[in-house]
């Protein structure tokens, strides 16, 4: 199969383009298509073979649960059975937005979606490619990541390519994602409202609304909340090591690894702060400098790309600077965490 690239507007999406898209979602087909996180792969959520589909393209386990997309809040209703009020606060708080609830489903929602469980996770994108092919589709949209899985989540329409391309109907290019990090996902069916999966909405943001919010996100560093997020998510061919400890102590590290991997021949790529730059500048490694300690959504923004090209160049062994867990730089631990598989290195003096 063909995969049609169809350019088109970020901020106006042409509504004929847009209702191309639509019918090909209509007809059961694959669209991948922008959101502010990463791109998503996208069928027709009350379509069971189309959902089908996403996981055969993706070659995604049956276990892993995936997110339907909403354009308006009625259809909140169409998917969720029980709407409780802290869910409408949520929504008009953060929808459109990177937040994912989770809650209660409908029978409508055919099991494949949620992978068996009670439950949906359900979001309204903030991009305007997004909320249009909803509308025009007509449909919930059930959409995971539109990579392969095991690869980083696609922040550009070239990785979608890369990993989807031949396999999907329709992509709609309308260039980055702006976050580049997939939505914070959060339970609200039990008594304290959790995070899942840390994302694009900071627990910050989320206890200003709700107060207290526990933190539940494996596959690493807690117990299994669902199935789906023991997926060990970005599995390079090379062994992640996340280096973690105070700053200058991080940069000794870096700089002795970097230079151990020129004398032993070892490729060896490192993704570091901007501030880091100086410890392994002259060396010739593989560096992505991902932003400045300072500017935790540039990092995020940057984080999967940078991961692809130490992919594409065949390090041996990628060395990862943390950067904290504050605002959004607790999701750009837990993507590094989980790639790790929990090879943590912690420095004295941290
Ligand atoms: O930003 C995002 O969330 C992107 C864009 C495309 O919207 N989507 C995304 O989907 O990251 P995916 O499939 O790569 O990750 C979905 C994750 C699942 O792996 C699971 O961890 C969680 O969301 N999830 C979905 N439904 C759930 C449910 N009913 N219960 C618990 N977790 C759920
Ligand atoms: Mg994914």
């Excluded at 959520?45 to 089908?52: F, G, I």
């Excluded at 396999?167 to 899942?196: C, F, K, N, W």
């Amino acid at each position: 199969m063909g995969t049609e690239i169809l350019r088109v507007n970020p901020t106006e999406p042409e509504p004929e383009i847009i209702a191309r898209a639509a019918e090909v979602i209509k007809a059961g087909g694959l669209v991948a298509f922008p959101t502010e996180t990463v791109y998503g792969l996208g069928a027709n959520a009350l379509d069971e073979r189309a959902v089908a589909r996403i996981f055969a393209a993706k070659e995604r386990p049956a276990d892993d649960p995936i997110i339907v997309h909403i354009a308006s809040l009625e259809s909140l209703y169409q998917v969720v059975a029980d709407v409780p009020p802290v869910a409408l606060k949520l929504a008009e708080t953060f929808w459109p937005g990177p937040l994912t609830l989770v809650l209660p489903k409908t029978p409508s929602v055919p099991d494949l979606v949620t992978a068996g469980l009670p439950t949906v996770g359900v979001r309204m994108p903030a991009h305007p490619v997004a909320l249009a092919l909803i509308k025009a589709s007509e449909c919930p949209i059930a959409a995971p990541s539109a990579n392969l899985f095991g690869r980083p989540s696609p922040t550009h329409p070239s990785h979608v390519m890369e990993d989807l391309g031949g396999r999907i109907e329709v992509l709609l290019d309308a260039g980055p994602t702006l976050i580049g990090v997939e939505s914070t996902v959060l339970d609200i069916t039990g008594p304290t409202p959790t995070i899942l999966r840390p994302g694009g909405l900071s627990r910050e943001e989320l206890e200003k609304v709700l107060g207290k919010v526990e933190l539940k996100a494996g596959p690493v560093d807690g117990p299994k909340p669902s199935p789906g997020l023991m997926e060990k998510h970005y599995a390079p061919k090379a062994t992640l090591y996340l280096v973690m400890g105070e700053n200058g102590a991080v940069r000794d590290f870096l700089r002795e690894r970097g230079l151990e991997a020129l004398a032993l021949g070892i490729k060896r790529g490192f993704l570091i702060a901007e501030e880091d730059r100086a410890s392994l500048g002259d060396l010739p490694v593989a560096v992505q400098i991902l932003g400045s300690l300072k500017d935790p959504a540039t990092v995020a923004r940057r984080l999967f790309a940078s991961m692809r090209v130490l992919d594409a160049i065949g390090v041996e062994e990628i060395y990862a600077r943390d950067f904290g867990q504050e605002g959004i730089a607790l999701a750009v631990h837990n993507r590094l965490l989980r790639a790790s598989g929990g090879k943590i290195i912690f420095l004295e003096g941290g």
